[in-house]
């Protein structure tokens, strides 16, 4: 059984960092797509960033230059590395792995077939 499980989420101050982790389970996604999206009250999921099987990144407009995301493939990982948040932040967090291997990242939800449950992100003023 596969499974997703984010952690690294909570409650910090504007200016803060933060670094969310995703551990995979139950196959290995060295050679996949992975991304982190986010979901905040009362809008819909989207993506933050998405990691290429090779190392490719991309980001939304509104955390480049403060976000990084990278991978482990050894211990089959994905982080977010979150620097100087801002309250639009906040958001549940959830990470995301393709199916497909050696495949190009996506922006789009429908590409990701593995989903984790989300870790709660609250940045105050």
């Known amino acids: 059984q596969v499974q997703l499980v984010e952690s690294g989420g909570g409650l910090v101050q504007a200016g803060d960092s933060l670094r969310l982790s995703c551990t995979a389970s139950?196959?290995?996604?060295?050679?996949?797509?992975m991304a982190w999206f986010r979901q905040a009250p009362g809008k819909g999921r989207e993506v933050v960033a998405t990691?290429?099987?090779?190392?490719?990144?991309h980001y939304s407009e509104s955390v480049k230059g403060r976000f990084t995301i990278s991978r482990d493939n050894a211990r089959n990982m994905v982080f977010l590395q979150m620097d100087r948040v801002k309250p639009e932040d906040t958001a549940v967090y959830f990470c995301?792995?393709?199916?497909?291997?050696?495949?190009?990242?996506?922006?789009?939800?429908?590409?990701?077939?593995?989903w984790g449950q989300g870790t709660q992100v609250t940045v105050s003023a």
């Open positions: 139950g196959r290995t996604f060295s050679r996949s797509a």
């Open positions: 995301a792995a393709d199916h497909q291997e050696f495949g190009h990242t996506s922006t789009q939800i429908t590409r990701y077939e593995y």
């Open positions: 990691i290429s099987w090779d190392n490719f990144t």
